[in-house]
């Protein structure tokens, strides 16, 4: 129901974009976001917007990495810049609906130093 893409090997310094379709079946999405999960870590969030507009970041990605959203194509997308190679993980998209989440599968990004 989650479709993500985008992932794929970039050096240090330059720049990926991620987008995750949703599929029309999921309707009324609240929040939408990204979440990482490196080798041997947890999983993170990396950035999620509301319906209204409003974003949240990680800290570690504020200025680099911006999350946008469509709402009438039930799209979210993440532009990442100056990416470094501890950004290095699989990175998921997550939808929620009311209390529900959707996860996608996961698309890979690696930095190389």
């Known amino acids: 129901q989650l479709q993500a893409s985008g992932g794929g090997l970039v050096q240090a310094g330059g720049s990926l974009t991620l987008s995750c379709q949703a599929s029309?079946?999921?309707?009324?999405?609240?929040?939408m976001g990204w979440y990482r999960q490196a080798p041997g870590k947890q999983r993170e969030l990396v950035a999620s917007?509301?319906?209204?507009?409003?974003?949240n970041y990680a800290d570690s990605m504020k200025g680099r990495f911006t999350i946008s959203r469509d709402n009438a194509k039930n799209m979210v997308a993440l532009q990442m810049n100056s990416l470094k190679p501890e950004d290095t993980a699989v990175y998921f998209c997550?939808?929620?609906?009311?209390?529900?989440?959707?996860w996608g599968k996961g698309t890979l990004v690696t930095v190389s130093s």
């Open positions: 997550k939808v929620t609906v009311m209390w529900i989440d959707y």
């Open positions: 917007t509301t319906s209204g507009g409003n974003t």
């Open positions: 029309g079946s999921i309707r009324g999405i609240n929040r």
